[in-house]
Each structure stands twice: as structure tokens, then as C-alpha cells.
């Protein structure tokens, strides 16, 4: 069937450490997407990206870096000097980034620190 | 700057109940609004997706509507069953910032046997 793959589905971080978040997708998307969720505040877009070799930042990008080197994967990286990483991290993809186009969720990743 | 809101935070019904969650938005320039259900501990499902030239979108018991002049769109479950409870998101996507999507806090909805 096709969908987003993010793996894994839990991961804990030690102070200091850089972790990444895999997301892969075999929906042919040409867009994909990286959001935070924390409860009670819904979610923040962490980072886009419309093509291969290409993404930009969303609203709360500090922190992180990505990259997109293939169509289907889209991993994310949280660096130390994201203080505060608990959350549960959500990969979307669409077939474009053109607005009137329904994104995709993956399972999410919760990530916790040790 | 866009903001959606969901009121109410939670809603608790009995089973077999008709109900209404509500979305609004300010800035009526939208391109479509999409609703989305999140299960516990679970990524979000596409429920609906209605475009700003439409007024209503269908899928089983699901009804979603939208009126941009008030900034306000609603998502119709009827008859309601144990199976819905979940939380249910509504998002908006920037106008002429790509797929980026502003969402609602949610509404979670518990329906009781």
C-alpha cells in the first residue's frame, strides 16, 4: 500500500545529541512536510520541502536542519541546540506544494529526553 | 496573520447522537479548508478536504461545510458511534505560501456506549 513510513516510532535523546527522524514515502509526492505536535498547542510546521534539493523553513525551524537528497525520504535532525524536543513529530507529504492539494500523515515519531 | 480555532476543546456524547464540531478562521482568503481525525498516539487522516468554492463536502456519515464570508466551517458526524471517538483537527493552508497549513487545537470527541 502506499504511504509515509516514519521510523521510529519512539526515540529518546540524551543531552548533547543530535537525533534524526526518518520519513519515507512511496506516494510519487513531490512535497514534503515536517510538523510538531505538543499538547494543547496542535501543530507547528518545522520545515518544507517542494523538491528534491530544495526546502525552507516553517515557523519554528531552530533547532533542526533537513534534507531532501531523494524524492521519497525526507529525514529530520534534532540538533542540541533544540532546548526543549519532547514532542510527537508528524511527516506529511503532498502532490505538490500548490495550496489546494490534501496532505498526507505518517504515524509519528515521539521523541522524549533522557 | 491566519489563526483557526476549535471550540469545544472536548465534547463527550452518547452514542447514536448527532453532532456538530465547529472550525473557525480569521482571514477568509483560503484556498480550501481540510479536516483531519488523529486516533491516540496515531498520525492524522485526511477526513475531508473542501475547496473555497465550495460550500459542503460528503463522506458517509461525514458532513463538512464551509462559509468563508463568516470564517467558519463545520463537520457534521451523524449517528454517532464509539468508533469516532478520536480527536478531530481542522487546517488551512497560508494563501500563497504552499502546502504550508495552519491548524485548529482539535476538538476531542469521546462518544459513550
Known amino acids: 500500500d502506499g504511504g509515509i513510513t516514519q521510523s521510529p516510532k519512539y526515540l529518546f535523546r540524551k543531552e548533547g545529541q543530535n537525533v534524526t527522524l526518518s520519513c519515507e514515502q512511496n506516494?510519487?509526492?513531490?512535497?514534503m512536510y515536517w510538523y510538531r505536535q505538543d499538547p494543547g498547542q496542535g501543530l507547528r510546521l518545522i520545515y518544507y520541502?517542494?523538491?528534491?534539493?530544495?526546502?525552507q523553513k516553517g515557523d519554528i525551524a531552530e533547532g533542526y536542519s533537513v534534507s531532501r537528497e531523494k524524492k521519497e525520504s525526507f529525514p529530520l535532525t534534532v540538533t542540541s541546540a533544540q532546548k526543549n524536543p519532547t514532542a510527537f513529530y508528524l511527516c506529511?507529504?503532498?502532490?505538490?506544494?500548490?495550496?489546494?492539494?490534501?496532505?498526507?500523515f505518517g504515524d509519528g515519531t515521539r521523541l522524549s529526553i533522557l | 496573520k491566519q489563526e483557526v480555532t476549535q471550540i469545544p476543546a472536548a465534547l463527550s456524547v452518547p452514542e447514536g447522537e448527532n453532532l456538530v464540531l465547529n472550525c473557525s478562521f480569521t482571514?477568509?482568503?483560503?484556498?480550501?479548508l481540510q479536516w483531519f481525525r488523529q486516533d491516540p498516539g496515531k498520525g492524522l487522516t485526511s477526513l475531508l478536504l473542501?475547496?473555497?468554492?465550495?460550500r459542503e463536502q460528503t463522506s458517509g456519515r461525514l458532513n463538512a461545510s464551509l462559509d468563508k464570508s463568516s470564517g467558519r466551517s463545520t463537520l457534521y458526524i451523524a449517528a454517532s458511534q464509539p468508533g469516532d471517538s478520536a480527536t478531530y483537527l481542522c487546517?488551512?493552508?497560508?494563501?500563497?505560501?504552499?502546502?504550508?497549513?495552519?491548524f485548529g487545537q482539535g476538538t476531542e470527541l469521546s462518544v459513550k456506549p
Open positions: 506529511a507529504s503532498s502532490i505538490t506544494l500548490r495550496s489546494n492539494q490534501p496532505q498526507h
Open positions: 506516494l510519487n509526492h513531490d512535497a
Open positions: 520541502s517542494q523538491i528534491v534539493n530544495d526546502f
Open positions: 482571514d477568509s482568503a483560503i484556498y480550501n
Open positions: 473542501i475547496q473555497s468554492s465550495q
Open positions: 487546517a488551512v493552508p497560508i494563501y500563497n505560501q504552499g502546502g504550508k497549513l495552519i
